[in-house]
């Protein structure tokens, strides 16, 4: 009997999680826009340093997220990040949150993690799906240069306004779809001289343009290259999600220089940004996944359950639940 085919658009937790799943009873292709693997999950090097620019850290709260983990773990690949975090204010108040959950990395670099979790999957990198379409033998993928099918299921783990666009779902999913919110972000990178102290390692940070400040060089085993992490207030960056980056630069800049009178800016060697248009998830479906088994579609990801690695991993494994007695069937 011929195995099943899987699509799955998207490797970041979601779409790895899936096609770990899936691989074996299904024969599964993993197709992603970017050159890397892990989504949000994601390193940027810099000439004189390196950046986890998306997720900063994740915690593994369910039984089934630290078994899934545990090979990674005890390979060194993901570590705990010991920092204390701190809560800053604009009155430059300073006050360590208590630790609910220890705080994991990936190592050396946030992609450490995805990029572990992509081996031996057919993996088909910088390659963006246009659009679905339904022929006889099933699903046909377009991208700008081919098309690749058939499939018998398609699942798309982007995010869920991409995902709006691209899945030819029916009235149901697309109305639940509707409801989903996500924000935006905006990654401020900077990089240090050697020895500067940063204005803190790990930091949640309560002020109208910036929300975190992070020491990307503060996390286990890191390029020893002093690096600070700066994301953007959500909701001020969904009201200059369009603004030129240089301006929302400055801006970001300006705001630190205030909230950090006493760090030393003369020490700071590079600014890059990043803007994420679908960083965080506001709204989440509040179920863990979508599935239309007439058209053999289906959707997973952070938005359907909450705002963070750990959601983007439940929300995949349920899925998987839901489809490997299909697959089994040969269906
Ligand atoms: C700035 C920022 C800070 C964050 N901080 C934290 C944190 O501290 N802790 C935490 O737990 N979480 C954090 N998160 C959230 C976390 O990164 C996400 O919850 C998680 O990585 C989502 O994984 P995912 O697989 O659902 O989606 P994604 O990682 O977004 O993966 C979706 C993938 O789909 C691909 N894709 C989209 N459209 C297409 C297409 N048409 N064709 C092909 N490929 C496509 C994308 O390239 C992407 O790789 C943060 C996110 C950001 C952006």
Not at 142 to 147: A, I, L, R, Y
Not at 167 to 172: D, K, L, S
Request: proline share 6%; glycine share 8%.
């Amino acid at each position: 009997m011929t195995k099943p085919s899987v699509a799955i658009i998207g490797a970041g937790i979601a779409g790895l999680t899936l096609a770990r799943r899936l691989n074996g009873q299904a024969r599964v292709t993993l197709f992603d826009k970017s050159r890397g693997t892990g989504g949000r999950m994601a390193t940027r090097r810099g000439e004189r340093a390196a950046f986890d620019h998306g997720a900063q850290y994740f915690t593994i709260r369910d039984s089934r997220f630290h078994a899934a983990l545990e090979p990674f773990l005890e390979a060194g690949q993901v570590q705990a990040w010991a920092s204390a975090l701190m809560r800053l204010g604009t009155d430059g108040t300073a006050e360590r949150l208590a630790d609910r959950a220890p705080r994991f990395v990936g190592v050396p670099s946030m992609t450490a993690l995805p990029k572990a979790l992509a081996e031996g999957l057919d993996l088909r990198l910088g390659c963006q799906i246009l659009s679905l379409q339904r022929q006889a033998d099933g699903w046909h993928l377009s991208t700008s240069g081919e098309t690749c099918g058939p499939f018998d299921l398609v699942v798309s783990t982007a995010p869920a306004p991409q995902t709006r666009l691209l899945m030819p779902f029916a009235r149901t999913e697309l109305q639940a779809l509707d409801a989903v919110r996500m924000n935006g972000c905006f990654t401020l990178m900077l990089a240090l001289t050697q020895g500067t102290q940063p204005p803190a390692e790990a930091a949640q940070v309560a002020h109208p343009i910036i929300s975190w400040i992070g020491a990307n060089h503060s996390k286990p085993d890191r390029d020893a290259a002093p690096a600070l992490v700066i994301h953007a207030n959500n909701r001020w960056a969904d009201q200059h999600i369009e603004t030129p980056v240089e301006t929302v630069r400055d801006a970001m800049l300006s705001a630190c220089r205030s909230l950090f009178p006493g760090f030393d800016w003369d020490a700071v060697l590079s600014v890059d940004l990043h803007r994420w248009r679908h960083a965080n998830v506001d709204v989440p479906l509040g179920q863990p996944f979508l599935l239309d088994a007439d058209r053999r579609l289906a959707a997973c990801g952070d938005w359907c359950l909450g705002n963070r690695v750990e959601a983007a991993f439940l929300s995949a494994t349920a899925l998987a639940d839901a489809l490997e007695p299909q697959l089994a069937k040969g269906s």
